[in-house]
T-cell receptor, first 113, second 111 residues
Framework: AQSVSQHNHHVILSEAASLELGCNYSYGGTVNLFWYVQYPGQHLQLLLKYFSGDPLVKGIKGFEAEFIKSKFSFNLRKPSVQWSDTAEYFCAVGGNQGGKLIFGQGTELSVKP | DGGITQSPKYLFRKEGQNVTLSCEQNLNHDAMYWYRQDPGQGLRLIYYSQIVNDFQKGDIAEGYSVSREKKESFPLTVTSAQKNPTAFYLC??????????FGPGTRLLVL
């Protein structure tokens, strides 16, 4: 079955701490991978995406993610978080089903000032 | 100003009532999607449409219906058959299999 698993439901960090959010997927065929972010009171927006090429992709606001095919993973990282990074983060996978995406359960990130 | 609009922002449904959520996009995207977001469950696909006058069921289509008569519009009806409709509903659009862009959402509450 196709699925996406995000390891952490809720992560609490202090400002300047490093962040890594885990994402593992089960999906047959070519994969397109996404991280979306939902800031409080705002709509879901794209943080970064991987379609092909360099497995290390950089997104907005200093975020990056690495696609490791052998581990079926696409973990999100940021070296130093800010209070404004407080949000819910969703990993998603798609590719060979006409644009359909499968989303993970989401990880709520709380950054303490 | 391009984007996706959803209305209303909040919607209240009475028992046995059908309600319709609006989704409009002016991005000229072919594909449109409806998701349901519940706490701790991420987003689940209700229906999607890759072209006008055609749509497919997603993973949780029971109790919902859609239409796609115009490229820019993809309304979702939550019928009385949907026994647990309280949720946050998100509409998205994309250019075929490319990145999906999301609207601001509609929160549906049951009276």
């Amino acid at each position: 079955a196709q699925s996406v698993s995000q390891h952490n439901h809720h992560v609490i960090l202090s400002e300047a701490a490093s962040l890594e959010l885990g994402c593992n997927y089960s999906y047959g065929g070519t994969v397109n991978l996404f991280w979306y972010v939902q800031y409080p009171g705002q709509h879901l927006q794209l943080l970064l995406k991987y379609f092909s090429g360099d497995p290390l992709v950089k997104g907005i606001k200093g975020f990056e993610a690495e696609f490791i095919k052998s581990k079926f993973s696409f973990n999100l990282r940021k070296p130093s978080v800010q209070w404004s990074d407080t949000a819910e983060y969703f990993c998603a996978v798609g590719g060979n089903q006409g644009g359909k995406l499968i989303f993970g359960q989401g990880t709520e990130l709380s950054v303490k000032p | 100003d391009g984007g996706i609009t959803q209305s209303p922002k909040y919607l209240f449904r009475k028992e046995g009532q059908n309600v319709t959520l609006s989704c409009e996009q002016n991005l000229n995207h072919d594909a449109m999607y409806w998701y349901r977001q519940d706490p701790g469950q991420g987003l689940r696909l209700i229906y999607y449409s890759q072209i006008v006058n055609d749509f497919q069921k997603g993973d949780i289509a029971e109790g919902y219906s859609v239409s796609r008569e115009k490229k820019e519009s993809f309304p979702l009806t939550v019928t009385s058959a949907q026994k647990n409709p309280t949720a946050f509903y998100l509409c998205a659009s994309s250019e075929r299999s490319e990145t999906q862009y999301f609207g601001p959402g509609t929160r549906l509450l049951v009276l």
